[in-house]
C-alpha cells in the first residue's frame, strides 16, 4: 500500500481514538472535544510514521508491518488521551 493510503488511516484512526475516549474514561473531557480529536491524530500519524520507516530497517516487513502500522498508532493515540487525563487531574 502507498503511504498516503496509510496517513489516511492513521487519521482515520486519530478521529476514532479521539471519539472513543470519551466512552472509555467516563468523564468531562479536560481540554475539550477539539483537543482530544488533535492529539489523538497526532498521535497516530507521528506513530505511524515512525513505524513505516522504523519497521523495514529492524527486519519487520509484510503483513506484521501492516498490522503493527495500524494497531500500534491507535493504541498510542490512547495512551496520549489518557495521559493527558492524569496531567489535568494531578
Known amino acids: 500500500m502507498p503511504p498516503l493510503v496509510f496517513f ?3 487519521i482515520v484512526i486519530g478521529v476514532l481514538a479521539g471519539a472513543l475516549a470519551d466512552p472509555i474514561w ?19 500519524v507521528i506513530t505511524g510514521l515512525l513505524d513505516w520507516y522504523v519497521l523495514p530497517m529492524i527486519g519487520i516487513t509484510g503483513t506484521l508491518k501492516f498490522v ?12 496520549a488521551l489518557w495521559i493527558m487525563r492524569i496531567i489535568r487531574k494531578g
Do not use: T
Open 8 to 10: 489516511l488511516i492513521w
Open 26 to 44: 467516563k468523564g468531562r473531557r479536560p481540554y475539550g472535544e477539539l483537543a482530544d480529536y488533535a492529539v489523538a491524530i497526532i498521535a497516530s
Open 68 to 79: 503493527a502500522a495500524v494497531l500500534e498508532p491507535a493504541l498510542v493515540a490512547l495512551l
